[in-house]
């Protein structure tokens, strides 16, 4: 099979994605209205297009494989009849038991030897970075650990590499990390090359 | 299938399963996300038996952490995005390296039916698991790049970049699987 690995440009990536969204029904407004004009009067533009609706009525068109069957559930059912006790966070008995509770397992992770990252069944489902003041000084980065990292671990490459973890895991094991030195170019290699770490990208926040 | 009214619906459901453990409506959002669900994970897992196991082990997960879906994003994206890790968790405890090539399935040049639908399902095979996230989640699960990124963890950048990559990848695969058949 042919290998498709040629560089493009951000520009490029940007035009062949309005096509991508223009046959979506995702392009609204000026931009569909800009995109249709320059549509009348380009050739190659038009070709695209079709291109790109022949490839996803051919993908769309594809049947729904995988689809559970509608038993299983039952197979569901006694685990959660016997999970069904009222959740009541905003008491404020339940509140502050709550809060000790995330403190105790926020120690658990930091304590030495700890686990590795929380697995599917404990991670911490919180949003990366809803606070503002996080990403201000333009040093957020989103951090993926090596599998079978342990806290401690992380402890001691964001004190190697020059970064404090602010927040996370999310839902698929990334942390929001501030850096302590520049994030140019050359720290972000070093990072990539680290073999403890996944995957390290700036975080970039288009204001609302 | 991603427009504001069912997202609403799924808020209306998840509230009701964060706030009074409502199996009634944790059922209308299992049986939902069944159709929405199940194909994009079947394609990571590759197995129907391992695939419904999976899938009732993220019903299960939304079943015990409802309450801590903090409304930022749309219900399926959280929901996505807790079924990619537990894919991901499935391939690792099957063996399977998911960002390797190894649990791929090529195309056969011997298999003598190239149905359209059969066409398809190759290409996507023929990708890679990051390549086929993205397209999974913009084109049949109707997700924005934004939201594909919230759920694969990375940059809206690097989820842009993969679908045009990924749409390049596809078009030749599919071009040389219809070659073959021809």
Same mark, same amino acid.
């Given at each position: 099979m042919t290998n498709v690995t040629e560089f493009a440009t951000r520009g490029e990536i940007e035009d062949d994605l309005l096509v991508v969204d223009y046959v979506a029904g995702r392009l609204t407004g000026?931009?569909?209205?800009? =995109?249709?004009?320059? @549509?009348?009067?380009?050739?190659? @533009?038009?070709?695209?297009?079709?291109?790109?609706?022949?490839?996803?009525?051919?993908?769309?068109?594809?049947?729904?494989?995988?689809?559970?069957?509608?038993?299983?559930?039952?197979?569901?059912?006694?685990?959660?009849?016997?999970?069904?006790?009222?959740?009541?966070?905003?008491?404020?008995?339940?509140?502050?038991?709550?809060?000790?509770?995330? =403190?105790? =397992?926020?120690?658990?992770?930091?304590?030495?030897?700890?686990?590795?990252?929380?697995?599917?069944?404990?991670?911490? =489902?919180?949003?990366?970075?809803?606070?503002?003041?996080?990403?201000?000084?333009?040093?957020?980065?989103?951090?993926?650990?090596?599998?079978?990292?342990?806290?401690?671990?992380?402890?001691?490459?964001?004190?190697?590499?020059?970064f404090t973890l602010v927040d996370g895991p999310n839902a698929v094991g990334a942390w929001t990390a501030v850096a302590t030195v520049d994030v140019d170019r050359e720290t972000l290699t070093r990072w990539r090359e680290d073999p403890r770490i996944d995957l390290a990208e700036p975080r970039r926040y288009e204001s609302p | 299938m991603t427009s504001t009214s069912n997202d609403d619906d799924d808020r209306a459901l998840i509230n009701r399963v964060a706030s009074q453990r409502d199996a009634g409506a944790f059922e209308r959002l299992y049986h939902s996300y069944r159709r929405r669900l199940g194909p994009f994970m079947y394609r990571f897992v590759r197995d129907v038996a391992a695939n419904e196991e999976t899938f009732n082990d993220v019903m299960m997960t939304v079943w015990r952490k409802a309450e801590s879906y903090n409304g930022s994003s749309r219900v399926s994206t959280w929901i996505f995005g807790i079924a990619y890790r537990q894919c991901l968790k499935a391939l690792r405890q099957a063996g399977k390296d998911p960002g390797s090539d190894e649990h791929r399935e090529v195309a056969d040049e011997n298999t003598p039916s190239l149905e359209r639908q059969d066409l398809v399902e190759r290409a996507l095979n023929g990708l890679s698991a990051e390549h086929r996230l993205v397209i999974e989640l913009s084109y049949f699960a109707g997700h924005s790049y934004q939201e594909i990124a919230e759920i694969a963890g990375c940059p809206e950048n690097t989820v842009k970049t993969r679908v045009f990559h990924a749409r390049k990848r596809l078009r030749v695969i599919m071009n040389e699987l219809g070659e073959q058949h021809s």
């Open positions: 000026d931009a569909r209205m800009a =995109f249709e004009t320059q @549509l009348a009067s380009d050739a190659e @533009l038009r070709l695209a297009v079709e291109e790109e609706r022949q490839l996803r009525a051919a993908l769309t068109a594809a049947p729904d494989v995988g689809v559970p069957p509608a038993t299983g559930f039952e197979s569901l059912r006694d685990e959660i009849a016997s999970d069904r006790s009222p959740v009541a966070w905003r008491h404020p008995s339940v509140a502050a038991g709550a809060a000790l509770i995330a =403190f105790a =397992f926020l120690l658990a992770l930091l304590r030495p030897g700890g686990d590795t990252l929380p697995d599917v069944e404990d991670a911490v =489902f919180t949003g990366l970075s809803e606070n503002p003041a996080l990403v201000s000084d333009g040093n957020t980065v989103t951090i993926v650990f090596a599998p079978g990292v342990s806290a401690d671990e992380r402890a001691d490459i964001s004190a190697q590499l020059g | -």
